[in-house]
């Protein structure tokens, strides 16, 4: 299977606490919401679009703890993603976690790449990380992540946890597909292309 990171960020590149005022309020942050004014038909589309490729949901114990709390609690039948959220298989990356209320749920313990990377290594398509910004991090600096999305509001904030926040190794992205909402929302996605490249800037004749 494929694993891929969605994630939401501001322009400046901060990504906690998108969808409310209090969803992560770790370490006093309190600018929480940022995203839904920026929701509109276009945004919910897509992200559905990219939730339909999902074989399964792989999340650290903080987020589906978050998550076993909230999405079993939306009842509205139209609401997009309740269904899919509630009824596809949960893996969730824990040593610490006692107890599965959500399910159907299969925790994956010992040494968190290698219990992934033995997951990743079974037929299917994709393997989702949404929120879990310490897994996904931990896991794209490993090298077990295929595809990067992100949604990039038009807002700064200048405070709260950034996205992939390190320390980790440098990875390169390569760019396969971006547009934008009409409320101002920004698509990028990335495939991997593994160690950053690096290099030295020559001048005007390196480019020509």
């Known amino acids: 299977m494929k694993i891929t990171i969605t994630r939401f960020v ?3 590149g901060v990504s906690q ?17 940022w995203l839904v004014p920026h929701i509109d ?4 589309r897509r992200t559905s679009d990219w939730l339909d490729l999902a074989d399964g949901l792989l999340l650290g114990r903080r987020t589906y703890e978050a998550f076993a709390r909230d999405w079993p609690e939306i009842t509205d039948p139209a609401d997009p993603f309740t269904g ?15 107890e599965c209320t959500w399910h159907p749920a299969t925790v994956l313990r010992g ?37 990067l999305r992100l949604v990039v509001a038009p807002t700064v904030l ?3 946890r950034r996205f992939s ?16 909402t009409p409320a101002g929302l920004l698509f990028l996605e ?3 292309t593994g160690e950053a490249p690096r290099g030295e800037y020559e001048g005007v004749a390196a480019f020509v």
Do not use: C
Not at 41 to 44: I, L
Not at 84 to 98: A, D, F, G, I, Q
């Open 10 to 12: 501001t322009l400046d």
């Open 17 to 33: 606490g998108p969808g409310s005022p209090d969803e992560d309020t770790t370490d006093g942050f309190a600018r929480g919401g």
């Open 41 to 44: 038909a276009a945004f919910v």
């Open 84 to 98: 899919r959220m509630n009824t596809l298989p949960k893996y969730v990356v824990s040593n610490t976690l006692t």
């Open 111 to 147: 040494d968190p790449v290698r219990a992934v990377a033995e997951l990743k290594a079974r037929p299917g398509r994709e393997l989702q990380i949404h929120g879990s910004a310490r897994l996904g991090d931990a896991l794209l600096s490993a090298g077990l992540i295929d595809t």
């Open 158 to 160: 200048w405070t709260g």
């Open 165 to 180: 926040a390190g320390p980790g190794a440098a990875s390169g992205l390569r760019l396969v597909r971006h547009d934008a």
């Open 190 to 192: 990335y495939a991997t």
